[in-house]
């Protein structure tokens, strides 16, 4: 393996006037009460009308071709695009998967069918993926997979569960790694991507509460479950292969560090308002220092994906910095400002901040938890005699 490549990446000044667009757009839907800020509302705030008029104005979809209704902007568009999303605190869990990575697999990996079938929806805020790759019992170790389809008349007959399936219970699809053969000298083999319609017979949604009482996140049991062979991602038996790919998308994206952003520019302005102490600004010149940082290690890794690369060491590194700072970040306000955290509060650092605390258990678990992405960059390192720069 050569060393981690996390090259410095600089946006085209061409994305500033995308980036006022989009913050127009945003600003006009708060004063209008279409949309509330909200912590993690990348994966809490589900909003089908929101998505929707994401995509009128094309910001869903960015990487697709025009072909299949995509806009052909590009990674880095998209990037300046999902910055000023998160830092608003936009709900966009409706559209947030199919976008950022259902879609760009059946781009690499979809049949021209396929493509057909789910990409000009994704496009329009319409159609919406959940992931199928956690299953019960098996933490981080994506390929202890159980589920298995067997082969049957025109398709594949699949049995199992997956869980933590976030949005299933309102997606329409799930791309689901299942075992199809045996692992053979590695567990990596035997494996593939299917995609299931989440409405088919014999498939439960069990949704797991977050202490908030929201539901976002579920449990899928599947039971002889029938899947065409039309909806086969890629290779049968080449899932390991793929849905690696899959993950460099899924872990570096700057929602691994913005989820708490809202509550970081709430406590900014409440200190600017009473005044801070020479303490008080040095906490948040570490926080905002921590951010440009990891700003930076997650345009490299876009960059990176826009020349059609797959870093998906690089793209662990940025998950298990990412989620860390934004469980610090929470930790840090908490000492900055006296207020209860409060669902209820008519404060809106209050609420922000009993979201963010009570959210924050999730961040370093999806994804893949912090202790296992260590262990695949130290073991990728090991293995090439490579070294970070």
């Given at each position: ?27 006009e ?55 000023e ?107 593939t ?20 009482g ?71 010149g ?45 930790e ?25 605390v009570?959210?924050?258990?999730g ?8 202790e ?18």
């Amino acid at each position: 393996m050569p060393a981690l490549r996390l090259d410095a990446a600089v946006p085209p000044p061409e994305l500033d006037g995308l980036r006022r667009d989009v913050r127009a757009f945003l600003a006009e839907e708060i004063a209008a009460g279409r949309i509330v800020p909200h912590a993690d509302n990348w994966l809490a705030g589900w909003d089908p009308a929101f998505s929707r008029r994401l995509g009128e104005r094309g910001w869903i979809g960015m990487t697709f071709p025009r072909a299949y209704g995509g806009s052909e902007a590009g990674s880095l568009a998209r990037f300046a695009v999902t910055e000023e999303l998160l830092a608003a605190g936009a709900p966009v869990a409706a559209h947030w998967i199919a976008d950022r990575q259902s879609g760009p697999s059946l781009l690499k990996f979809g049949t021209e069918e396929q493509r057909r079938a789910y990409l000009p929806g994704i496009a329009r805020g319409e159609t919406s993926f959940a992931i199928g790759m956690s299953e019960p019992d098996s933490g981080s170790d994506l390929a202890s997979v159980r589920t298995r389809a067997e082969r049957a008349d025109g398709g594949w007959v699949v049995n199992g569960a997956k869980v933590w399936t976030s949005g299933a219970h309102l997606a329409d699809a799930m791309i689901a790694l299942v075992r199809t053969g045996p692992a053979g000298q590695s567990r990596h083999e035997g494996l593939t991507q299917l995609i299931v319609d989440l409405r088919s017979p014999g498939l439960q949604i069990r949704p797991i509460r977050l202490l908030t009482g929201e539901h976002h996140f579920n449990e899928v049991v599947l039971t002889d479950v029938f899947v065409p062979d039309g909806r086969v991602l890629g290779t049968v038996g080449d899932g390991w292969r793929q849905v690696t790919s899959e993950l460099s998308f899924e872990r570096s994206g700057p929602e691994r560090i913005l989820s708490t952003f809202p509550l970081l520019a709430a406590v900014a302005g409440r200190l600017a308002e009473r005044g801070a102490d020479a303490a008080d600004r040095a906490r948040i010149g570490m926080l905002v220092a921590r951010l440009w940082a990891l700003r930076q290690m997650s345009l490299a890794v876009a960059a990176r994906l826009a020349a059609g690369d797959a870093p998906a060491i690089e793209a662990a590194v940025v998950k298990d910095l990412g989620t860390r700072f934004e469980g610090a970040l929470t930790e840090t306000v908490r000492l900055l400002v006296r207020v209860e955290p409060d669902l209820a509060s008519s404060d809106p650092l209050a609420q922000l901040l009993a979201q963010s605390v009570l959210h924050g258990p999730g961040f370093t678990l999806r994804g893949g938890t912090n202790e296992i992405l260590r262990g695949v960059v130290a073991k990728a390192i090991l293995a090439g005699g490579g070294e970070a720069r």
